[in-house]
């Protein structure tokens, strides 16, 4: 069992910084590989970005390519979501994922792959 809480979230401007963090609890979380996706009003959830069990690959949305990190703490047995020149379309509610199992360098894009989700937490970006 994995239990996921996110944090982080808020009302930022355009051009600004968030930093969402997920902390873990459950001894499954080195064995899977962790993912954040997001869900704006009256749209999908999406794919945001993803690391693997190994810590090292990671996977991003081309929308979000280039402005968002990844990044897992191991021995806190957290994910962090770096979110770097925010724009108003990357306003949504923003999940946290684990996919137990997963093999040690995947990156899963694929919200079927994940067997756990957090709560989410809202990222606002006002223009």
């Known amino acids: 069992q994995v239990q996921l809480v996110e944090s982080g979230g808020g009302l930022v401007q355009a051009g600004g910084s968030l930093r969402l963090s997920c902390a873990a609890s459950?001894?499954?979380?080195?064995?899977?590989?962790m993912g954040w996706f997001r869900q704006a009003p009256g749209k999908e959830r999406e794919f945001v970005a993803a690391?693997?069990?190994?810590?090292?690959?990671?996977a991003y949305a081309n929308s979000v390519k280039g402005r968002f990190t990844i990044s897992r703490d191991k021995a806190k047995n957290i994910v962090n979501l770096q979110m770097n020149s925010l724009k108003p379309e990357d306003t949504a509610v923003y999940y946290c994922?684990?996919?137990?199992?997963?093999?040690?360098?995947?990156?899963?894009?694929?919200?079927?792959?994940?067997?756990?989700w957090g709560q989410g937490t809202q990222v606002t970006v006002s223009s």
């Open positions: 994922a684990a996919d137990p199992g997963s093999s040690m360098f995947r990156s899963p894009d694929n919200s079927d792959e994940y067997d756990y």
């Open positions: 690391v693997s069990r190994a810590g090292f690959n990671t």
């Open positions: 459950g001894r499954t979380f080195s064995s899977a590989a």
